[in-house]
């Protein structure tokens, strides 16, 4: 069974920018207008977009 901790990691790595697709994406606020989403920076086109935490997954206590 896999962690928590290893899921929140593996996702962080597999966020793509829903603007332009591009995978190289940065973590700049670990919570966005609510607390089950966090604030990314895509380098690619520099959007600012928001992203789902978790689907169904505990978050980190």
Known sequence: MTSET?????NL??????????????????FGASLSDETF???????VFNWLKWDGDR???
Not at 6 to 10: G, K, L, P
Not at 18 to 25: I, L, M, N, S, Y
């Open 13 to 30: 790595d597999e966020i793509e920018c829903p603007f332009c697709g591009c995978p190289d994406t940065e973590l700049t606020a670990p």
């Open 59 to 61: 978050p980190e206590d």
């Open 6 to 10: 290893d899921i929140f990691a593996r």
């Open 41 to 47: 920076r895509c380098r690619g086109c520099n959007s």
